[in-house]
């Protein structure tokens, strides 16, 4: 999604924008601008397109000490130079920029326009260069203001003035804004990323709050007028963390990085010596945790999918119902929440506005809900109950990967928490564990066979139709599967529970149609053998992700992919390795756009 930065200081602004943007590229975008004021006026340079464009078009000495920036992914109004932020006022002198969508934009452009101000965007973040400057006199923070207790919607929004020098004012209702503290200089950005080159001392700023800037001061007061006292936060992110080193893209890094991040996502949270977790943010009592009759993981995409995993296993291992939801389909469905069930929320962004949203209604009908994030110090993790974060490190590819296995791993622990306090006996419990630990030894020697994935990446790629097909716990990881190869490849992918075909999508089998089988050696593996063998009756090729000397299948398979034999319970670990790499080198051997494939963002902070 869109991206923000500022930046007041000693330095040449321009620059440090440029930089800041590239840092959120990740995010997802489709255009981008730079507002740098100098000497009582202010230069905007905007391009439709990437960055390189972009940088390409500023010139080299573009003077300035204050600026803000932005990418766009577009919402409102078409991808084109006039559409990209920042946008000015009619007079020249305000600009602005935008994350977030302005509900009430028609009405206000309307009564604008009657006003006799003619728009030259499509956008809904103009209005809000408008309105400020209809409502300026002389201070910025105060127009602001008013303009905010117009707007209705979300919006993280950056402004700044001609006539007030080296000022940035901020405000947030609903969309990211953190303000990053340096030397005799501060910087605004939508995450820490913008920022980290320049800071890691930051500040969160909430729903409400505006912000106004100076590069040796800041001060946070409400809509109202009133101060609020902040905390400022330490990113404990190192800038390496977020370059790609000897990698060819974040994707790839991240896949790699799968054995250190789900080790750090268990560290220091496993009990051998009671057979149990500890898991500290969850703010809960045993005696509470002993009185949960119900479990629910609400979030959307790979997260949503981490989640289908997790109830396989919860309701296997705990015995406690469990489910999980689409977060954009429980806000609306009017959710009855009952007493003694708990809700995750599951985001490694901690910014999904479908999963926020979901968790503030469940919130407001008194829920008790927990996050499952990887971003320390987003809203999600701010906003809710209590939680655990994955410690994944920064996940910058818009494919999620390692944040997926993070996410079933810290859920894994709490799903061994609370069966250790039911049913699961100590026994039983070390047996977890050490399936538990034997995870990332298991994921890296899966990766040591990443060159097979790729040469069936290279015979199979050209495929227009896939099927993934799974059947248990590895039904989500299938659905997963299909999720990962068609947004980075765009080749189009369904994920379908094995039994499921025979009611409806073997229609689709035929000899260029592969199917992609997951047949782990667990207690549905007959069943997906005979599947199997129905889609090669029609001719359908037919990949098999199975374990290591499973003969059976290669008797039928065109092409098998071997991992090692595992506890029943963490196949979904092995099998999703491949799956991830076979989405990446397909990507990689069609051309895609891996880190930031096309329409999608990072962050998907809007409905
Ligand atoms: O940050 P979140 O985990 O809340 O994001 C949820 C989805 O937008 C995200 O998982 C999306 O599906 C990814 N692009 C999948 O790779």
Partial sequence: MCGIIGYCGPKPAAPILIEGLKRLEYRGYDSAGICVGNNGELNVVKRKGKLQVLDAAVPADFPGWYGIGH??????????????????DRSGRIAIVHNGIIENYSALREKLEQDGHAFRTETDSEVIAYLLSTLYEGDLEQAVKQTCRILKGTYGIVAMHQEEPDLLIGARNGSPLVLGIGDKEMLLGSDVTALIAHTKQVVYIEDGEVVRVTPTSYRTTDLGDRQIDKRVDTISWELEEIEKDEFRHFMEKEIFEQPESIKRAMQGRVDHEHATAHLGGLNMSNRELLEIERVKLVAAGTSYHAGMVVSYLMESLARIPCNAELASELRYRNPIVERNTIYFVISQSGETADTLYAMRELQRKGARVLGICNVVGATIPRESDGGVYIHSGPEIAVASTKAFTSQLTALY???????????????????????????????????????EVEALAAKYCRAEDFLFLGRGINYPVALEGALKLKEISYIHAEGYSAAEIKHGPIALINESTPSLFIVPDDGLREKVISNMKEVKARKGPVIALAVEGDRDVAAIADDVFYVPKAGELVYPFAMMIPLQLFAYYCALQLGRDVDQPRNLAKSVTVE
């Fill in 413 to 451: 622990l709490f799903t061994l928490l609370i069966a250790r306090m039911r049913d699961m006996s100590y026994e039983q419990g070390l047996n977890f564990i050490e399936a538990l630990d034997s995870i990332p030894a298991l994921t890296r020697s899966v990766l040591d066979r990443h060159a």
């Fill in 71 to 88: 990418t766009r992914w577009a919402t409102h109004g078409e991808v084109n130079d006039t559409n990209a932020h920042p946008h000015i």
